[in-house]
C-alpha cells in the first residue's frame, strides 16, 4: 500500500507540474505501475482525455527501470511508439507537449515527435543529478497526424525510457499577432525568416529558384516543403509558424541502371515531380491509404528497353513483371488502388542458370530484383564489379537457405549511402531469413562519418539466425556490423570488418575464425579511440568469440570491447596484434585493454588469451584484472583466460552437435572435374560463366582460363592448380603432385606427375 500510495503521489505529482495554472490538459498518460508489460506490441489503453496505443515497447523486465521508485518503459527503435488520440477537445497547433524520461548521465534523451515519418525535435531539459529529464516543445501544424493524434517516437540512435506523456493547452495564452514563416535552401543554410499578420494568414512564397544556391545539372527545383514533405502553395492559410525547404531532386532520365521508387501511400507523393510518371485519373486517398482510381485510370511510365516493375496494390498484394519496351501502361478498375510502384530499369531480364540468380556486373537494380525473387535453396551470382544502391537502405534477404556468392572479396563491392545515421535503418544489407550464407564479396555504407561528425551506419545487420560469412569484407564506420537476434547463432571466416565506435555490435553467439578486425581512424585528424565490439548478448548466449584474428588500428587508442546491454561476453583467443597499417595502445585512461565504464549493463565475462605480436611472441599481460562501473555499481574480473577457460571455447564447444558451418563453408578443389559438379569459369579479359561438370567436360576453354568449384553453398573454391598443399605431406609427395600449366596449339592443358589434363580436368595422352 505504501509503495502504491507514493507512486500514485508522484503521478499527480509530474501531471500538476507540467499543467501549469490556466493550462487545459489535452492527452495525459503514464505508463501503468509495473515492472513490465507483458504483450504490449500494439496494446490499445485509456489515459487522461485520450486514447493510447502503444506498440514495440520492449516486453520484459530488462527492458524498464526504475527512478525514484517510478517505473520507466524502454523505446530501443524506430518501432517503439507512442500515439495518442484525444477523446475531449483536439490536438491544435500552438498546444504543450511535455515528455518526462528517465536515464542517467546523458543530456540529449529524446523521444522526438514524428508525424508520417518526419517531425520537431523535442528539446531534454536536465533536472538535478542527470536523473529525470523533461522533453517539451510546442506543436506545428505538421506534428499532427491527420487524424488529430500525435506520435512519439524515440530519438534515433539512443536507447530512452520513458514514463509520461502530456498535451496541454493555454487558453489564456496572448494571441499572436504574426506567423513567421523560415525558409532553407537545398544546402541546409538559413535564407530568411518571413513574418505574416495573423489578421490576414495567406501565405505569400518570399524565395524562388533564383534565390537558390546554384543548382547541378540533371538536377531540378520542386518547390517548397515542410520537414514531413508536404509541399506548401501560394495562397495558403496559416495556422501557425512555418518551416519550409527547398526540395532540390534529380530530374528523372530512363537510363538502363535507373531506379524510380514511387511510395504513393503518403499524400505527399506528387506525380508532377517525377518526369517518368503520368496518371490519367486518380490520386491520393486517405481512406485507402494509396492512389486511388474511383472509376478505373490508367498510370503511364516511361522506361529503359528492359524493366521491371513491381505494384504493391490494396492488402498488401505485389505483383511483379519484366517488360522490355519503353512506355509501360499500367491500367486499373474502379476502386483499385496503388500504395507503392517501384521501376527497376535493368540491362537483361533476371533469368535463373544452373540454380544462380547470375547478376550482370555492375547491374544493382538487377540484383535488387534477384532478391526479390529468391526461393528456398537459391542462390545469386555477382561478377566482379560495383552494385551501387545509391541511398537506398536495408536491402533485404528475407528467404530463409539462400545463398549471395560474389566472384571475389575485393572485385565485387555492394554499396550504399545512408543519408542519415542509425543503427536500425541504415544497413547496405539486412538478413531477416535464416541459414544465409554470403562468400567472397564486400559490404560498404559509404556513410560520409567524418563530414557528418559521426553516426551509426551498418554494412550489415543480421536479424535471423545461422549466417555465414566467407571471405567477407565488411566496410563502414559505427556499427559496421550488427548481430540483431538473442539466440542467433552465426559465423564468420577468412573475412574483414573495418570501423570505428563499437563496429561489431548486438546480441546472439558469433564465432569469427581468421577475421581481420580493421580500426578506422575515430577522428578526420587521426585523434580518439575506437572500441573493436559492443556485445548486447543474452544471459541464455555465447556473445563473440574471436579465435585466431588479426587487429590493424589506424587509431591511436583501442578497446577489446566494451559493454552494452544484457549479460555482455567477449573472448579473444590467439589474436595477433598487427602494426603495420600504425602503432596503437590497449591502455589509455578508461581503457583497460577494455572499456571500464558500461553503456547499460556490467559485463557477464570479458577475456583474452594469448595474444601475440605478429612473429609469434606472447604479448599479452600473465594477469588483468579490471573493475568495471556503471552508475556507481562496479564489478571486477580477471580477463587473462586459463588454459581451460581458452579451451571451453573452442569451435567444437562453442557449436557443439547444433551446427556444423566450418563444414558448410570447406573450400573445394576444381580436380578432378566431375559431370554433377557445378564451375565458375573464369577468363583472363574478366569474363565468367557458371557451367556443370557435364558441359565443362565437353568445353574447349580460351588460354589461361580458370575453373572453380562450388562448395555445398554455392561459393566457388579454390582455382585449379592453385590449391593450397595438405598439411604433413612430404616434399616428393609435394612434388610429385606438382601442377604446372603448358600452352599446346593454343590449348591451355595442366601437367601434374606423369598425367596431363585439359583446364576441364580431362586427362589426355601425353
Given at each position: 500500500m505504501k509503495k502504491t500510495f507514493f507512486l500514485f503521489l508522484m503521478s499527480c505529482f509530474a501531471l500538476g507540474m507540467y499543467a501549469q495554472a490556466g493550462q487545459d490538459t489535452v492527452a495525459y498518460y503514464a505508463f501503468p505501475e509495473t515492472s513490465y508489460l507483458p504483450g504490449t506490441s500494439g496494446k490499445n489503453i485509456a489515459g487522461v482525455n485520450c486514447t493510447v496505443t502503444y506498440s514495440g515497447i520492449g516486453n520484459k523486465e530488462s527492458n524498464a527501470a526504475i527512478v525514484d521508485g517510478i517505473y520507466y518503459l524502454k523505446f530501443t527503435g524506430d518501432a517503439s511508439y507512442v500515439t495518442l488520440q484525444p477523446t475531449d477537445g483536439s490536438i491544435a497547433p500552438g498546444d504543450s507537449v511535455f515528455v518526462t524520461l528517465g536515464h542517467t548521465g546523458k543530456r540529449e534523451l529524446g523521444v522526438y515527435l514524428k508525424t508520417q515519418g518526419s517531425g520537431t525535435w523535442i528539446s531534454a531539459t536536465q533536472t538535478t543529478n542527470g536523473e529525470v529529464v523533461v522533453a517539451k516543445a510546442k506543436l506545428t501544424r505538421d506534428d499532427i497526424n491527420d487524424d488529430g493524434s500525435i506520435s512519439f517516437f524515440r530519438k534515433d540512435g539512443n536507447s530512452t525510457f520513458v514514463r509520461s506523456f502530456l498535451v496541454t493547452h493555454d487558453p489564456n495564452a496572448a494571441a499572436a499577432t504574426e506567423y513567421y514563416v523560415t525558409y532553407y535552401d537545398q544546402l541546409g543554410n538559413k535564407l530568411g525568416e518571413v513574418a505574416t499578420p495573423v489578421s490576414n494568414p495567406t501565405l505569400s512564397i518570399a524565395y524562388g529558384e533564383e534565390d537558390l544556391p546554384e543548382i547541378s545539372e540533371g538536377e531540378v527545383f520542386r518547390g517548397w516543403k515542410t520537414a514531413i514533405g508536404r509541399r506548401v502553395s501560394e495562397g495558403e492559410l496559416l495556422e501557425g509558424d512555418l518551416t519550409v525547404y527547398a526540395c532540390v531532386t534529380d530530374e528523372e532520365v530512363a537510363t538502363p541502371t535507373a531506379r524510380f521508387l514511387y511510395n504513393m501511400s503518403t499524400p505527399y507523393f506528387y506525380a508532377d515531380e517525377h518526369e517518368c510518371f503520368s496518371a490519367t485519373a486518380g490520386g491520393y486517398a486517405p481512406i485507402e491509404n494509396g492512389w486511388y482510381f474511383p472509376g478505373g485510370g490508367d498510370i503511364v511510365l516511361t522506361v529503359s528497353p528492359n524493366v521491371y516493375i513491381e505494384v504493391v496494390?490494396?492488402?498488401?498484394?505485389?505483383?511483379?513483371?519484366?517488360?522490355?519496351?519503353?512506355?509501360?501502361?499500367?491500367?486499373?478498375?474502379?476502386?483499385?488502388?496503388?500504395?507503392?510502384?517501384?521501376?527497376?530499369?535493368?540491362?537483361?531480364?533476371?533469368?535463373?542458370?544452373?540454380?544462380?540468380?547470375?547478376?550482370?556486373?555492375?547491374?544493382?537494380?538487377?540484383?535488387?530484383?534477384?532478391?526479390?525473387?529468391?526461393?528456398?535453396?537459391?542462390?545469386?551470382?555477382?561478377?566482379?564489379?560495383?552494385?551501387?544502391?545509391?541511398?537506398?537502405?536495408?536491402?533485404?534477404?528475407?528467404?530463409?537457405?539462400?545463398?549471395?556468392?560474389?566472384?571475389?572479396?575485393?572485385?565485387?563491392?555492394?554499396?550504399?549511402?545512408?543519408?542519415?545515421?542509425?543503427?536500425?535503418?541504415?544497413?547496405?544489407?539486412?538478413?531477416?531469413?535464416?541459414?544465409?550464407?554470403?562468400?567472397?564479396?564486400?559490404?560498404?555504407?559509404?556513410?560520409?562519418?567524418?563530414?557528418?561528425?559521426?553516426?551509426?551506419?551498418?554494412?550489415?545487420?543480421?536479424?535471423?539466425?545461422?549466417?555465414?560469412?566467407?571471405?567477407?569484407?565488411?566496410?563502414?564506420?559505427?556499427?559496421?556490423?550488427?548481430?540483431?537476434?538473442?539466440?542467433?547463432?552465426?559465423?564468420?571466416?577468412?573475412?574483414?570488418?573495418?570501423?570505428?565506435?563499437?563496429?561489431?555490435?548486438?546480441?546472439?553467439?558469433?564465432?569469427?575464425?581468421?577475421?581481420?578486425?580493421?580500426?578506422?581512424?575515430?577522428?578526420?585528424?587521426?585523434?580518439?579511440?575506437?572500441?573493436?565490439?559492443?556485445?548486447?548478448?543474452?544471459?541464455?548466449?555465447?556473445?563473440?568469440?574471436?579465435?585466431?584474428?588479426?587487429?590493424?588500428?589506424?587509431?591511436?587508442?583501442?578497446?577489446?570491447?566494451?559493454?552494452?546491454?544484457?549479460?555482455?561476453?567477449?573472448?579473444?583467443?590467439?589474436?595477433?596484434?598487427?602494426?603495420?597499417?600504425?602503432?596503437?595502445?590497449?591502455?589509455?585512461?578508461?581503457?583497460?585493454?577494455?572499456?571500464?565504464?558500461?553503456?547499460?549493463?556490467?559485463?557477464?565475462?570479458?577475456?583474452?588469451?594469448?595474444?601475440?605480436?605478429?612473429?609469434?611472441?606472447?604479448?599479452?599481460?600473465?594477469?588483468?584484472?579490471?573493475?568495471?562501473?556503471?552508475?556507481?555499481?562496479?564489478?571486477?574480473?580477471?580477463?587473462?583466460?586459463?588454459?581451460?577457460?581458452?579451451?571451453?571455447?573452442?569451435?567444437?564447444?562453442?557449436?557443439?552437435?547444433?551446427?556444423?558451418?566450418?563444414?558448410?563453408?570447406?573450400?573445394?578443389?576444381?580436380?578432378?572435374?566431375?559431370?554433377?559438379?557445378?564451375y565458375l569459369v573464369e577468363n583472363p579479359d574478366g569474363h565468367c560463366f557458371i557451367t556443370t561438370g557435364e558441359e565443362l567436360n565437353r568445353a574447349d576453354l580460351v588460354p589461361d582460363a580458370t575453373i572453380r568449384r562450388a562448395n555445398a553453398r554455392g561459393g566457388f573454391g579454390y582455382k585449379a592448380g592453385q590449391e593450397p598443399k595438405s598439411e604433413g605431406i612430404e616434399n616428393t609427395a609435394a612434388d610429385k603432385g606438382k601442377i604446372e600449366k603448358v600452352v599446346r596449339n593454343g590449348q591451355l592443358l595442366i601437367l601434374r606427375g606423369n598425367a596431363l589434363y585439359t583446364a576441364t580436368g580431362r586427362q589426355i595422352a601425353r
Open positions: 496494390t490494396g492488402g498488401g498484394i505485389t505483383t511483379n513483371f519484366y517488360a522490355d519496351q519503353q512506355t509501360v501502361t499500367l491500367s486499373f478498375n474502379g476502386g483499385d488502388f496503388v500504395k507503392e510502384l517501384n521501376i527497376y530499369n535493368v540491362t537483361e531480364e533476371v533469368q535463373k542458370e544452373h540454380g544462380y540468380y547470375i547478376v550482370p556486373a555492375d547491374d544493382a537494380n538487377y540484383l535488387l530484383m534477384a532478391l526479390r525473387q529468391l526461393q528456398d535453396r537459391d542462390k545469386v551470382f555477382l561478377p566482379n564489379g560495383i552494385y551501387d544502391l545509391g541511398n537506398l537502405c536495408l536491402t533485404a534477404i528475407n528467404k530463409n537457405n539462400v545463398s549471395l556468392i560474389g566472384e571475389s572479396m575485393e572485385g565485387v563491392i555492394i554499396r550504399n549511402t545512408a543519408l542519415a545515421p542509425g543503427i536500425s535503418s541504415t544497413a547496405t544489407l539486412q538478413i531477416l531469413g535464416d541459414n544465409v550464407y554470403l562468400q567472397d564479396l564486400t559490404l560498404q555504407n559509404n556513410f560520409d562519418y567524418y563530414a557528418k561528425n559521426e553516426g551509426q551506419a551498418d554494412a550489415l545487420h543480421v536479424k535471423g539466425t545461422k549466417a555465414i560469412c566467407k571471405n567477407v569484407r565488411l566496410l563502414s564506420y559505427q556499427d559496421t556490423y550488427y548481430s540483431n537476434y538473442i539466440g542467433g547463432l552465426h559465423y564468420f571466416e577468412d573475412c574483414e570488418i573495418h570501423g570505428t565506435v563499437d563496429f561489431i555490435c548486438g546480441d546472439g553467439s558469433v564465432f569469427f575464425e581468421n577475421t581481420l578486425l580493421y580500426a578506422e581512424k575515430r577522428q578526420a585528424n587521426g585523434g580518439g579511440s575506437d572500441a573493436l565490439t559492443a556485445s548486447n548478448a543474452d544471459a541464455s548466449d555465447k556473445g563473440y568469440v574471436f579465435h585466431n584474428c588479426r587487429v590493424q588500428s589506424e587509431c591511436p587508442t583501442i578497446s577489446l570491447g566494451r559493454s552494452w546491454k544484457n549479460a555482455p561476453q567477449c573472448y579473444f583467443l590467439n589474436t595477433t596484434l598487427d602494426y603495420s597499417q600504425g602503432n596503437f595502445t590497449l591502455e589509455s585512461g578508461d581503457i583497460q585493454r577494455w572499456t571500464t565504464k558500461g553503456m547499460n549493463a556490467l559485463p557477464e565475462r570479458f577475456g583474452e588469451y594469448k595474444t601475440m605480436d605478429v612473429d609469434g611472441n606472447i604479448i599479452s599481460p600473465a594477469t588483468n584484472e579490471v573493475t568495471f562501473t556503471l552508475n556507481g555499481e562496479t564489478k571486477s574480473m580477471e580477463t587473462i583466460l586459463t588454459d581451460d577457460e581458452a579451451a571451453a571455447l573452442s569451435y567444437e564447444n562453442f557449436f557443439g552437435d547444433i551446427w556444423d558451418p566450418a563444414d558448410e563453408a570447406k573450400q573445394v578443389n576444381a580436380l578432378p572435374v566431375e559431370e554433377d559438379g557445378i
